[in-house]
């Protein structure tokens, strides 16, 4: 992989092209340079491998090859010892694991291009989300993913972004672990339903109840979707995605997406932490003879989707510093123009697969395109770009000096392995065989937020009871003082009237009376 190139010697596209890929280096083949839809030349297109940490991007319309580039990238990536991270949407990567199937129409491609096939599979790990698929379980603690990627997954404002960070920062500060989706949920249940927490609520500045009910509604939607299988432990360490195979080939980890289409920014958001988590735990290493892993982030527009302007912030700063540690990112997607200028600006290696123009929006984003790209030998850029065939794509990449290489028509090579998705039964047997499965599958429940406000819920009742029953005591000795008090005097009464009623005095006049009452009554009496 480390031919020069054959110098062209009579066309002037060819001599215009040619001495620009000519590297002294270690290269990756991408396939032979084309000077119209008919003619190829013996020049060949190349990607310097010191250079795959520059990051990049493969784009074109859909049905053009993306994949199928993705997986020739990949193949060559790992050929040369450098561990690949892809996500697998449509299950066609799954195939790099099993050697390719020779036919006519591929002898007939590889012979024009100049490569000399070999039907070859490549060292294979396979993942799945929170084991929704085939593949080793991927989870990630909710502290760890962070308010603002859940921001982004949940579609909430700025306002409701910047309260969702408040939230975080009162577990941080409580000590509440967020582990899963049922931790965060229970936290702003507490928050918001119960008075101690409302009280605890009122101390989080600008943070209102309000807020704090929308993104609880948010949160409750977002879990009913079965997103709450992603979130979890043990979380999963990135670092496995560095590893080599015992013949030195790098491991091309694959992570199933399934059903994308409903749960589209989660997905993207997902990918967003593994790169973010990263950058955080590589050291930095500066420039490197190859990368330690390519990242390969596909459908990429729907990590740009609706973003705010924090997470695009975020966006552009990983990757524009991820390349210190030793990691490149290309983003695949349809168009240029779905990745915001910021990153854009970042990729320096370019492979455009053919782009439609049958709408006046697919005119802007083709003229937009072409502005992106230095100048080339070709008269209309654009024309070329939507005249490219299956398998073809316009390529630009960064040299070894890191300067633009001219733009080539380039016909792409044919991947070695299997252009199809591998058999099911392959797939289980070697994620079974995996020794990540036996860290990874089962899934792990320790004490975290939920429990520990039930704890605090229960011996806030707890105490609640207790507090009622000494009250109520209290007022039973209460009652029970007045009523003795209340028995106690009419005794006391009584004692003192029997007392007088048997005393000579009170007898003496008793009798005086009743004699005075008799005399008053018949009339008796001295006169």
């Known amino acids: ?44 297109i190349r990607i310097p491998l010191g250079m795959l940490n520059r990051h990049g991007l493969v784009a074109g319309a859909t049905g053009t090859g993306k994949t199928k580039t993705l997986q020739l990238l990949a193949e060559q990536l790992s050929a040369n010892g450098v561990p690949v991270f892809a996500a697998d949407i449509k299950g066609d990567l799954s195939g790099i694991s099993v050697p390719g199937e020779s036919s006519d129409k591929l002898t007939a491609r590889t012979a024009s291009v100049g490569q000399e096939w070999t039907a070859t599979g490549f060292p294979t790990e396979f993942y799945a989300i929170g084991g929704q698929g085939v593949g080793v379980p991927v989870r990630v603690t909710m502290s760890a993913f962070g308010p603002t990627l859940l921001a ?64 609880l509604r948010e949160l409750v939607a977002f879990e009913a979707q079965g997103a709450d299988v992603f979130f979890g432990e043990p979380e999963f360490e990135t670092k496995e ?28 958001t997902f990918l967003m932490w593994l790169l973010a988590d990263l950058f955080h735990d590589l050291p930095e290493e500066g420039d490197l003879d190859k990368p330690k892993l390519v990242f390969f982030f596909d459908e990429a527009h729907l990590l740009f989707n609706d973003a705010s302007d924090a997470f695009l912030d975020q966006i552009a700063q990983t990757v524009r510093l991820i390349r210190s540690k030793g990691v490149g990112v290309f983003f695949v997607t349809q168009s240029p123009t779905d990745v915001p200028d910021d990153v854009l600006g970042q990729l320096g290696s370019r492979i455009q697969h053919q782009l439609r123009a049958h709408t006046p929006n697919d005119a802007k984003a083709l003229k937009a395109t072409v502005n992106t790209y230095p100048n080339s030998a070709y008269d209309d850029l ?25 733009v080539a028509w380039t016909r792409l090579r044919a991947p070695e392995s299997l252009m199809d998705p591998a058999p099911a039964p392959e797939m289980e047997a070697a994620v079974k065989a ?23 819920l229960e011996e806030g009742a707890r105490k609640a009871a207790e507090d009622a029953r000494v009250k109520e005591m209290a007022r039973e000795q209460k009652n029970e003082r007045v009523t003795k008090k209340a028995e106690r005097a009419p005794k006391e009464e009584d004692g003192m009237v029997e007392s007088v009623v048997k005393s000579r005095a009170f007898k003496d006049f ?3 009376a009743a004699r005075e009452i008799a005399r008053g009554m018949f009339k008796s009496g001295r006169r």
């Open 1 to 44: 992989m480390t031919e020069t190139p054959e110098a062209a010697a009579t066309d002037p596209i060819s001599e215009a092209v040619a001495p620009g890929y000519r590297f002294e280096g270690a290269a990756l083949e991408l396939g032979g340079l084309m000077l119209n839809a008919d003619d190829l030349s013996d020049v060949r």
């Open 152 to 215: 982004k997954v949940l579609g909430l404002n700025e306002t409701q972004e910047s309260s969702l960070g408040l939230v975080f920062y009162y577990c941080d500060k409580q000590g509440l672990p967020l582990l899963d989706l049922a931790d965060l949920r229970a936290v702003l249940q507490y928050l918001t339903g119960d008075a101690a927490g409302k009280a605890e609520l009122k101390t989080i500045g600008g943070l209102s109840p309000q807020t704090a009910g929308v993104i």
């Open 241 to 268: 995605f560095l590893r080599t195979a015992e013949d030195g080939r790098g491991i091309v980890s694959l992570l199933e997406l399934p059903n994308l289409q409903d749960r589209p920014a989660l997905f993207s």
């Open 382 to 406: 654009g024309a070329v770009i939507t005249s490219l065939g299956i398998g073809e794509a316009v390529v630009t990449v960064m040299n070894e000096r890191g300067a633009p290489t001219p």
């Open 434 to 456: 995996s020794p990540l499965t036996a860290k990874y599958a089962e899934a792990i429940d320790r004490e975290s937020a939920r429990e520990l406000l039930a704890r605090k």
């Open 510 to 512: 008793m009798s005086t």
